[in-house]
């Protein structure tokens, strides 16, 4: 079946009594027992909530995995699998990172003794120097917030392999639709479902996927031990905006590659990263494993003053942080998303005080158009 299709029928199966084409909201802490020593299989909703548990079973269907699991945040996500890991392990990670999870490695993690090393995972051979004793996994963005670097994942993996490490992969921007990172080799894939998979800038979500069954149980494991579960309400969001994934990618897509193409013929614009265009260094790499170019765009503007003017006079395009939804959006990463990223390290990755990142979303493309041209002309 195609993941248009696989999406569309999350939770269409669950409720064999009425035949709800919508799986219901089990708004319950608890379930009751039918006898001693007997379940129902529900318990307790920390443990196992069947609205959670739909959603949990579509993602893995959708990612090809053995189990899926739904959490509280995309953050709460990371933090989950970090706990695979313990003190003197080591990781490797993609330098383009979100910052978010860059603050939970650097602030929190490694208190804990585990240390981490930033390098370009484009380059697999940097990858390969950077793996000492003690490492243990490579956790790598698909595609990277806010460079839009695409990694070989196919590369990657063989190398994880030959070193027995574990490969992780935020797919947070591709989403299965575009790319499914277990079929490419990686053994965990984690979403901030907050953004493409949720769609609709309304409900904050994390989900993974697990190739092997030995490796889902011990995830499994530190969901129920930790409890930073998704709740049912946002569980039932999440599968509503899955449904239309394929459209609203397809739809976004295509609106991001005419800005693209339009911010790159403005005079203004001194750089545009978007992997849908030809001059884009991981353009062909991502022809090759993906199945389109996602819709995020970031530009860099040629005077820092144009940077404040375009997020106060874009009026349709909201200057909020967030990606990924209906609504477009637009962000200053140096001081918003990306803030704490090293100073030294964002400025030699290029985030710097030009850049924006815009999401574009499902509006018609004109109106986008002429948004971005009345606010960088003002
Ligand atoms: C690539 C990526 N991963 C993870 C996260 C964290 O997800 P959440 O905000 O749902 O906790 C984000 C958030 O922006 C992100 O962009």
């Known amino acids: 079946m195609k993941i248009a299709t696989e999406a569309v029928q999350i939770g269409l199966e669950w409720d064999t009594r009425t035949g709800a084409v919508t799986v219901p909201i089990y708004q319950t802490a608890t379930f009751r027992h039918p006898g001693l020593g007997q379940s129902t299989g529900y318990d307790y909703s920390r443990s196992c909530n069947p609205t959670r548990q739909s959603l949990e079973d579509g993602i893995a269907r959708l990612d090809g995995a053995a189990r899926g699991f739904a959490y509280s945040s995309g953050m709460a996500a990371i933090t989950n699998l970090l706990l695979l890991f313990k003190s003197g392990d080591h990781l490797i990670v993609t330098e383009d990172l979100y910052g978010g999870t860059c603050r939970l490695f650097d602030k929190i993690f490694i208190q804990y003794g585990?240390?981490?090393?930033?390098?370009?995972?484009?380059?697999?051979?940097a990858i390969r120097a950077a793996i000492c004793p003690s490492t243990k996994a490579v956790f790598v963005e698909t595609l990277t917030n806010p460079l839009l670097k695409f990694a070989d994942l196919p590369a990657i993996s063989a190398l994880c392999k030959e070193n027995n490490l574990l490969l992780i992969a935020d797919n947070t921007f591709l989403t299965p639709y575009l790319l499914r990172p277990l079929d490419l080799g990686?053994?965990?894939?984690?979403y901030s479902a907050t953004k493409y998979l949720a769609g609709h800038n309304d409900t904050v979500a994390g989900l993974v996927t697990v190739k092997d069954p030995d490796l889902a149980e011990q995830v499994y494991f530190h969901q129920n031990s930790v409890g930073a579960?998704?709740?049912?309400?946002?569980?039932?969001?999440?599968?509503?905006?899955?449904?239309?994934?394929?459209?609203?990618?397809?739809?976004q897509q295509q609106n991001a590659g005419r800005i693209a193409e339009w911010l790159s013929a403005h005079p203004r614009i001194t750089k545009v990263y978007y992997p849908g265009l030809e001059n884009h260094p991981d353009h062909a790499l991502m022809a090759r494993d993906a199945r389109g170019f996602c819709a995020m765009i970031s530009f860099e503007v040629d005077k820092h003053e144009l940077v404040e003017q375009i997020l106060l006079k874009t009026k349709l395009i909201s200057f909020a942080e967030s990606l990924g939804g209906v609504e477009s959006l637009i962000t200053f990463p140096e001081v918003q998303t990306h803030a704490d990223i090293p100073p030294e390290l964002r400025a030699r990755l290029g985030i710097n005080n030009l850049l924006l990142r815009l999401s574009v979303g499902i509006?018609?493309?004109d109106d986008l158009i002429e948004d971005l041209?009345?606010?960088?002309?003002?």
Do not use: H
Not at 186 to 190: E, G, H, M
């Open 114 to 125: 585990l240390s981490f090393s930033y390098v370009d995972t484009t380059n697999t051979e």
């Open 363 to 365: 509006e018609d493309c």
């Open 186 to 190: 990686t053994d965990i894939a984690v």
């Open 229 to 251: 579960v998704l709740g049912p309400q946002d569980s039932w969001l999440t599968i509503r905006g899955i449904k239309t994934l394929a459209i609203r990618m397809d739809r």
């Open 373 to 378: 041209r009345q606010a960088l002309e003002a």
